[in-house]
Structure formats: C-alpha cells, structure tokens
C-alpha cells in the first residue's frame, strides 16, 4: 500500500507519516523543502521522540520525497497509483497544490485507474477537505468530473497532537508529545476498505472539528495571545503565570458551554471538563518548549468569520451565552506583533494605515456592528 502525503513538516512527519507507516504504508512525501526532501531520499527513513516520561523513539520506514516545484512530473506519477492521499500543510496552502492534484486525479483515471480514492486535508480547519475538493474542482475538465465524483472522495478530518518547531540536528527528527487523535469523516469516503488503525472513523465530523478547534486551539492560542501581552515567548512560560491559566479557563469554559449546547448528544459535561483538564496539561508539557510565535503564527487567518474565536463568539452570542473572555482575548490577537510572520506584519501596517474599525471588518468578515464596537473596545483594553 502506498500514501502521497502533501507536507512533511512537524505533523506530517510527527503524526501523519507515523500513522500510516504504522498500517504498513510507503510514503511519498511531497514538500518544497529541498533539505528535509532530499533527505528524506537519502535515508529513506526517520525517527519519532515522544516527549514524555521514557521518550519512547519510533522508527519510521519506508518513504521517500518529492519536491513538488522541481519534480511536478513526479507527484502525478504518485497519485495515479496512489492507496491514500493525505495533506498537512496550512490552510492557505490548499489552493496552491490544488492543480498538482487535479492532475495527478486527471492521469490517474486517464490510466484506468478506478480504484476508489481517499484525499483527507489534515489541517486545523473547519471543512478543510471539502475546501481542497473545491479549489481541486477549479482545475478539473468538465469531462473529468464525474468520474472524480464517483471515485474520488474528499472526507473531512480533525487531527491533534501538539507538534513543537523542532531544532535538532538531524533534519528529519521530530519530537512529539505522546497525545494524539485523528478523525475522519466515514460517511464521506470512496474507500472504505482502508480503515487505519489509531484514526476513529465517525459518522458526522462536524462535532469532533469544533470541538477540537474551540478547545484545542481557541485554548493555545488564547494562551499564546495573552502570554505575548505579558511578554512571555513560550507556551510553558506563559501558562505558568496565574494570569495566564486562568484566562485560558474561562476561555474553554466559554466554548464547553457552546460545544454543550450545540452537541451535547456527542459530549456529556463531565467528559468534556475532563477532555479541557487534559488540554490545560498537554500545555504544561514540561518535555516540550513551544513557541508563543508558531502558536500566534499567522493572526488574520486565526481572526477569520469561521476561525477559533470569531465563530465561538458568533454562536454564542446567537444563544445568550457568554463570551467575554474569548472577546477579550480576540483585543490581544490585534496586539500580537511579530516581525517574522508575515500576517502579524501586515496587520500592524493596516492598523497603522486604516480605520480600526475597517480592520475589524477585513478580517473578521463580521457584519454585526455591536460585535465589531465589542472588539474595538477589546483592543482599546489591549492597548492599556
Ligand atoms: N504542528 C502541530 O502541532 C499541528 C497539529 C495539528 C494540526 N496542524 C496543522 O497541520 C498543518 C501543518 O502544520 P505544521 O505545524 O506541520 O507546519 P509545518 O510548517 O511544520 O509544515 C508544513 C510543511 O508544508 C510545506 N509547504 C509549504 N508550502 C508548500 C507548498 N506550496 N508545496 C509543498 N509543501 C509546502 C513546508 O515546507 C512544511 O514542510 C497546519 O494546517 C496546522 O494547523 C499542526
Ligand atoms: O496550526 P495552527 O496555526 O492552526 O495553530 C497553532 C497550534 O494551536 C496548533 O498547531 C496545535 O499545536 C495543534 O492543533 C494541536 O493539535
């Protein structure tokens, strides 16, 4: 069996390509990084470190690498004989290897190739399967379509587990805390014979994805965002300081209230508290040292309409249920200012150049006056 998975950075290698090596499949990493690629060739195999009591080492076998800029050719080849098609790359970088797909779809079923085919965005995004699908459909002939339809799938998926920048030695090593969930929505696959062993398949993804994106990652990046306003710049630091843990907890107790109301079929009270007790823990990490600037890292995206906070707040709001903590967190967002991501750049040069309230709107996409004066006053507060 063999996988293309799009990304071998830190959750790519750290839990991706664990994942599936560990049900017995090849890997093709695709990345434009041509170290860890040629790397990657070379060897032919990496280590796993889990950063816990006994860093127990895993050791991968069996991949290898493309550079998807220099060796196009190479990616189609893959997906046409491709098992598995994986991505963890970013977001915003979906539309960029949307056409390499496209073609590689295109080859492959120009190929007779009719076996039934899974491609499962593993990003930190509500819908980010069917977002790839979508810029995928861009670069498809019309006459390509139906078949793409009938034997392509693109299921949803949420997956977790806290994976550091990494500074070591050796380029492929990866040190990863020992926690780790992946989920894949069953009810949109073509392929149901793969089921990976260590991946819950549910019937519905939407209630894992928000409830992992408004704990998970509402929660670190509430911790990051109030850590930098404190001048820390490490998660471990920052959730050290009172200050910190307890706006983080009155965060999560903002969004368990949501996920409850909205899925509390899904999640009882007690499982949930405890499921936000593990995540304040997992950020405690002592074997781990994350930097507040990857968890900040690109604060526009992290303020958008569907995003950890703006859509937490939104929901809430329509319900009467209280978001104050999560609002004063998203004043702190507009604050975050690092000079080596590119967003937090460009959002302090609208802040200098626009309207707050023109800013507000940009990047939140919210319509809603009284939320848009909420978050003016937010980051006034910030400011102090
Ligand atoms: N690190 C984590 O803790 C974690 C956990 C869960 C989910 N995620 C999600 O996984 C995704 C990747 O995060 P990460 O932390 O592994 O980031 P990363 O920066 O370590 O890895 C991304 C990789 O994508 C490659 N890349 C960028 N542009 C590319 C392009 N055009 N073509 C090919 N390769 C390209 C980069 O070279 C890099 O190796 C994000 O969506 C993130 O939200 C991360
Ligand atoms: O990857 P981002 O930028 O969406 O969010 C930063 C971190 O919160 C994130 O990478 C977490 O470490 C991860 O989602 C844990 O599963």
Known sequence: MR???????????G?????LADNG????????????IDELNKRGEYDIELAAPGKKQIHVTNVDGINNAKNPEKVVEAIKNTDIVTTAIGPKILALIAPLIAEGLTARLAAGN???????????????SEHLKE?????LADDVKPEVDQYIGFPNAA????????????????????FKEWV???????????????????????PYIERKLFSVNTGHATVAYTGKSLGYSTIGDAIKDEAVLKQVKRVLSETRSLILNKWGKEFDEAELEAYHEKIVNRFQNPYISDDIARVGRTPIRKLGYDERFIRPIRELKERNLGYQALMETVGKIYHFDEPNDSESVKLQEMLKSEPLKQVIVETTGLKDESLIKEIESSYEAAEK
């Open 159 to 178: 997956v977790d587990r806290i994976v550091p920048i990494q500074h070591n030695e050796d380029p492929l090593f990866v040190s990863v805390e020992d």
């Open 114 to 128: 009719h076996q039934p085919l899974d491609v499962i965005a593993c990003e930190n995004m509500i819908g980010g």
């Open 135 to 139: 810029e995928v459909y861009k670069h």
């Open 3 to 13: 996988a293309v998975h799009f990304g071998a950075g830190n959750i790519g290698r």
């Open 184 to 206: 894949i929505d069953e009810s949109q696959m073509k392929n149901t014979d793969i089921h990976l062993k260590g991946v819950h398949y549910a019937p519905d993804l939407e």
């Open 25 to 36: 499949f090849g890997i093709d990493f695709v990345d434009v990084n041509e170290t860890i």
């Open 15 to 19: 839990f991706i390509g664990e994942t």
